[in-house]
């Protein structure tokens, strides 16, 4: 069965600060995975996913078969950093590449 | 265009009323995704629609949910005899295909009382 924890519910750091949100994973096959931000008042869109292997805002992930973990790295927050991130697995292969997520961390970035 | 739209954006129903939530994809979506985020909760995977065959429907939590998408666009959930805790938002997402990235509608509120 898969599994995505994120075991930090709330973050926070101080603007400029480096910020790392973690995300740890179980599946039984090859995964995609994800991550999704959610703005204040705004609906969840996609951050970035680990095939692409782009830095997007600045955020970095890089996945970890290993230690089977998917952390999202950014070296100096900012303010607008501020948001709810949520990591997501897709079974690779399963043709309907619904996504399974995590609970969620709230970063806050103080300014 | 507009992305995904979801409609009611809130609803409140009384326990035991009947429930139909729309879901509005981008147009030319084939992949369409209903799921289900409690409160303090991630999105939780409920049914799959590619085009309008209903691929996977795992996620349903019991036989009082039903989805459908007759002509391969528009999809309506639907929760029959509502209970407390089926109090969620309900997240709509559609996809150009089914690998490729999907855009979430802003969700529809559902309160149970």
């Known amino acids: 069965a898969q599994r995505v924890t994120q075991p930090e519910k709330l973050l926070s750091v101080f603007k400029g600060a480096p910020v790392e949100l973690k995300c740890n994973y179980s599946y039984s096959g090859s995964p995609e995975l994800f991550w999704y931000v959610q703005y204040s008042r705004q609906r969840l869109q996609l951050l970035l996913r680990?095939?692409s292997r782009e830095s997007i805002k600045g955020f970095t992930a890089d996945l970890n078969k290993g230690e089977t973990s998917f952390h999202l790295k950014k070296p100096f927050a900012q303010e607008e950093d501020s948001a709810m991130y949520y990591c997501a697995l897709s079974g690779k292969g399963t043709g309907a590449n619904n996504l399974f997520f995590g609970t969620g961390t709230r970063l806050t970035v103080i300014p | 265009g507009a992305g995904v739209s979801q409609s009611p954006r809130y609803k409140v129903a009384k326990r035991g009323q009947d429930v139909a939530l729309r879901c509005d994809p981008i147009s030319g979506h084939v992949s369409l995704f209903w799921y289900q985020q409690a409160l303090g909760q991630g999105p939780e995977f409920l049914t799959y629609f590619q085009n309008e065959a209903q691929l996977d429907k795992s996620g349903l939590p019991s036989d009082r949910f039903f989805a459908e998408r007759p002509e391969g666009s528009v999809s309506t959930l639907k929760i029959q005899r509502t209970q407390q805790e089926d109090s969620a938002v309900y997240l709509c997402a559609s996809s150009l295909g089914p690998g490729d990235e999907q855009y979430f509608g802003p969700g529809t509120r559902l309160t149970v009382t």
């Open positions: 680990h095939i």
